[in-house]
């Protein structure tokens, strides 16, 4: 694929096209639209934005260069974008953390492919076990009806998340003090200043993000009949940022678009392709055992590696015969793994390339990023869906 063609072109190209010559209806693609993530990911990406730009990534990452030893301040910096990924997303911690991991590089002398690359495979592990933490939960969350949705994410994909974690600190740990690692190099490079010192808008939007996640899911637990909204959350989360930041429009304008786009045409193409009946006469009766964890394990692990897994997960998710919550959790344990095996797996390692780029490093080739991840890749899967299995077990 050409360097200047994105995969959020390719989806509007296909959603444009499927509109013009009457695929899907105007009126059917704009319901087709799950405007409840959309919100989301606006309201998130508008948080990333602002903390960038007032200078707290920057900040984040000289508390943590202080903290020590390099594989001390290693673990810190895993464990920071794996709790960021959970609560902003994988896709808006790969934003705030990729200079952070730079940053480290040049103050710590460590190895930046490791840094990049420990980056990638954290933001993906702690995304897993949230609700909120990357988008094709956020779907499983809202489509799949999921109870008390922070707790159960947390019960059952929690404990996985935290050993992959883990292993990553082991798989890149050893290689810190080695820049030459998967042909990498020093990085000596300036990161960019921050722009505005008016940083309590940007907190508190962070705060009034997870306080309204957690009072849902107080909620829920508690019986409540209807819980509160994500995307009606992450709009009001945002607000300070708008109402009271310094650089507004600039945070607007720094919020990511493209995916956003992406995400409007990828469910504009799924809604044509669900509404032709075509995927549903493909399945056959192949269709009444997606339900099954080995089927749901080995076809969403596959078809993510060729279709992205959020396409993946918005068709599963309306394909499914019944729901259940081995089923689900299945779904968006291994379909968020599967972002740890290419580099275009997941939106969140294109991210991070991309931003390491712009900033002066380019970390690694595409089968270099393969032969580094693959390991996590293999034990993540096998620990999640021996957890799911055993935890099923016992229910």
């Not at 695929?23 to 799950?34: C, E, H, K, N, V």
């Not at 990049?116 to 809202?142: H, Y």
């Not at 707790?151 to 974690?165: I, K, Q």
């Not at 712009?358 to 393969?370: A, N, S």
Request: glycine share 8%; hydrophobic share 55%.
């Amino acid at each position: 694929m050409p360097p200047s063609l994105r995969i959020w072109h390719i989806m509007v190209a296909g959603a444009a096209i499927l509109l013009l010559f009457g695929g899907i209806s105007p009126g059917d693609a704009i319901t087709a639209i799950d405007w409840n993530v959309i919100a989301y990911l606006f309201g998130v990406f508008s948080i990333a934005a602002s903390l960038y730009d007032t200078g707290l990534s920057h900040l984040l990452g000289r508390r943590i260069a202080a903290s020590g030893a390099p594989r001390l301040a290693f673990a810190a910096f895993l464990a920071s974008a794996a709790l960021c990924s959970a609560v902003l997303t994988n896709d808006a911690a790969a934003v705030i953390f990729t200079p952070i991991a730079l940053m480290l590089a040049r103050e710590k002398g460590m190895a930046p492919a490791s840094l990049v690359l420990g980056l990638c495979a954290a933001v993906t592990a702690g995304s897993m076990a949230s609700p909120v933490g990357n988008p094709q939960n956020i779907l499983i969350a809202v489509r799949g009806g999921v109870e008390s949705p922070v707790p159960t994410f947390a019960l059952w994909l929690g404990p996985p998340a935290l050993l992959s974690l883990a292993f990553v600190h082991i798989r890149f740990a050893r290689h810190l003090a080695a820049p030459e690692f998967h042909g990498g190099q020093r990085f000596d490079g300036n990161l960019p200043p921050s722009l505005s010192d008016r940083r309590w808008p940007a907190l508190l939007a962070v705060l009034l993000l997870v306080s309204m996640i957690m009072l849902d899911a107080a909620s829920r637990i508690a019986g409540a009949e209807y819980g509160l909204p994500f995307g009606f959350a992450s709009l009001v989360a945002c607000m300070p940022v708008y109402l009271f930041g310094k650089r507004r429009l600039a945070v607007f304008k720094g919020a990511d678009w493209p995916t956003l786009a992406f995400f409007v045409a990828m469910f504009v193409v799924t809604g044509a392709l669900l509404r032709s009946g075509a995927l549903q006469a493909l399945l056959g009766s192949m269709q009444q055992r997606l339900a099954e964890p080995e089927v749901t394990a080995l076809v969403s692990y596959l078809a993510s590696q060729l279709f992205s897994n959020v396409p993946v997960v918005d068709l599963y998710l309306q394909l499914l015969p019944e729901k259940n919550t081995l089923g689900l959790m299945t779904l968006a344990g291994i379909s968020t793994l599967a972002g740890n095996l290419f580099i275009i797996s997941a939106a969140s390692n294109v991210i991070v390339v991309q931003q390491s780029e712009r900033l002066g490093f380019r970390p690694f080739t595409f089968w270099q990023f393969t032969a580094a991840v693959l390991p996590v890749a293999i034990f993540s899967v096998a620990v999640t869906y021996g957890w799911l299995m055993m935890l099923a077990s016992f229910r």
